[in-house]
């Protein structure tokens, strides 16, 4: 059975940071494109950032450019999302996703693997 599981989050004033976590169990997930998305009340999800290829290729959302960083250790089958200078308008449920095998993918519903999601909150 495959599952991710996120960690990391929680409450933050602007300007912090914070470092969010997927573990995956079930099967590797090397050759996959990893993909964090989020999604806050009242809105669609979204996507935030992407990891993927052999050398850990990375595309982040205009939105998050610069102050995200995507990256995955194979070896832990885990990918993580470091988050710096956040701002209140990054409030919102994260979500680990695995997609294909196929390089870049920023639509949600190209993902086929879900984690239950953590919150994070940016307090102004």
């Known amino acids: 059975q495959v599952q991710l599981v996120e960690s990391g989050g929680g409450l933050v004033q602007a300007g912090g940071s914070l470092r969010l976590s997927c573990a995956a169990s079930?099967?590797?997930?090397?050759?996959?494109?990893m993909g964090w998305f989020r999604q806050a009340p009242g809105k669609e999800r979204e996507f935030v950032a992407a990891i993927w290829g052999s050398i850990s290729n990375t595309y982040y959302a205009d939105s998050v450019r610069g102050r995200f960083t995507i990256s995955r250790d194979n070896a832990k089958n885990t990918v993580d999302l470091q988050m710096n200078s956040l701002e209140p308008d990054d409030t919102a449920v994260y979500y680990c996703?695995?997609?294909?095998?196929?390089?870049?993918?920023?639509?949600?519903?190209?993902?086929?693997?879900w984690g239950q999601g953590t919150q994070v909150t940016v307090s102004s």
């Open positions: 996703a695995a997609g294909p095998t196929a390089g870049l993918r920023v639509r949600a519903g190209d993902y086929h693997d």
């Open positions: 079930g099967r590797t997930f090397s050759s996959n494109v």
